[in-house]
């Protein structure tokens, strides 16, 4: 009888060790979660970095002032999007074939996203999945005539959607930016890599 129940203890105490291991593995990974979702280079704990050759590189320029200043030193992760999704927002490095410098850019909009063009006192709105699309200063992003014109044709040969593989890139200043109010949609395939600000 004493030793069935030394039997019965020994598997009680096991059992219980068992739950206290589980439940400290459990404790340290959520924690762990925790402090990587808290951490302000977070992102690259949980992105795809397997693509990615990063380099260093400076800002030349004002068209990104406001968000990215001139004379700024970026980390450019090359690669990037040939392993992880373009998202609204990013700040990207993109290969312009009319600029010997590749330009840097905000994505504002991705493919799937509506896009259309809204007259207004000074020029034209831009509105993104029907969003009015603003500088970092909460003005709206207003275009000139030339570049409503241009942006309007793209709106009219995809329906007012931006088509696979393609974005809409801007800077942060409308005025003399080279952005697609100035050239159109882009291919993905010509976006660099991601930017991160120093």
Known sequence: MKKKSNYTFI????F?????VFSLIHFI???NSHIATNASDSFLLAENLSCVRAYNDTVFGVSMTGIVENGANVTVLAGYYHCNPLKRGDIIVYNYSGNKNPLI????GIAGDSFSLQKTTGGAILLINNISQKTSTGSPYLLDDGRYQLLQLYVRDFAGVIPKNSALILGNNPAG?????????????????KALVN
């Open 29 to 31: 990974s959520s924690e």
């Open 177 to 193: 930016t080279i952005d697609s109010s100035y050239f159109g949609l882009v291919s993905v395939n010509d976006i660099i890599g």
């Open 105 to 108: 850019k905000i994505v504002k």
């Open 16 to 20: 219980f060790i068992v739950i206290a």
């Open 11 to 14: 598997v009680l105490l096991v």
